[in-house]
Structure formats: C-alpha cells, structure tokens
C-alpha cells in the first residue's frame, strides 16, 4: 500500500524559505498528479500547487503564486514545495497528496479528488 511522507517544515521568519519534501514509498507507485494542500487552525483545507506527473505541468493557488514552486523527482518517486518570501499567513499545516489514477489533462485542485495523503508538515512563519 503506498504511503506519502511530508518532511522540511518548521519555524522561519518572514521573508524567509523552506522547502518541504514528500516521498512515496509502496512496492509500486504510480500517480497522475501530486499535490501540496495546507491547513491552518479554524480553516479548512486549501489547495496550494499541483503537478502533473508525467508532464511535468504545474498550477498554483494565487496567493502563492511566484513565491512557491512545486517539482517533482520522477527516479525517487518524490516531489518538492520550495517556498520563498514566505509570509506569516502561510503559517500551517502543509500536507502533501497523490492522485494516484486518474486524467493527466485534468488539473487536480480539490482535497476530495486525491486519494492518498502525507500525515503532514508544519511551517510556521513568523512576523
């Protein structure tokens, strides 16, 4: 049963960058797009970037848009969320997420269209 591992959050100022990781792991892995999501106390979850696996092609949230940039590493069944001039609204929980089947010209943006989840990562960015 695949598994998604969240890791690289923690506690930067304003201005600052983190770049969080999220590894598969599963005798066979295999997605159509993966996808970074966080939640912060009292919301809900909100999509912040998606990729598409085999493409390559992204899409972001526009309150994160050229500040983060989402990539993935095919051979290590990886992908990454580099933050830069973070703000302290991006405080919270960030969890990665795997769409394992689906259509790869489909941008996947909603939490309840992927199916496999990372116990999630905190980034707290502070004033």
């Known amino acids: 049963q695949a598994q998604l591992v969240d890791s690289g959050g923690g506690l930067v100022q304003a201005g600052g960058s983190l770049r969080l990781s999220c590894a598969a792991s599963?005798?066979?892995?295999?997605?159509?797009?993966m996808g970074w999501f966080r939640q912060a106390p009292g919301k809900e979850r909100e999509f912040v970037a998606t990729i598409n696996w085999n493409r390559g092609s992204t899409y972001y949230a526009d309150s994160v848009k050229g500040r983060f940039t989402i990539s993935r590493d095919n051979a290590k069944t990886t992908v990454y969320l580099q933050m830069n001039s973070l703000k302290p609204e991006d405080t919270a929980v960030y969890y990665c997420?795997?769409?394992?089947?689906?259509?790869?010209?489909?941008?996947?943006?909603?939490?309840?269209?992927?199916?496999?989840w990372g116990q999630g990562t905190q980034v707290t960015v502070s004033s």
């Open positions: 599963g005798r066979t892995f295999s997605t159509t797009a």
């Open positions: 997420a795997a769409k394992r089947a689906g259509y790869s010209g489909y941008i996947y943006r909603f939490a309840y269209e992927y199916d496999t």
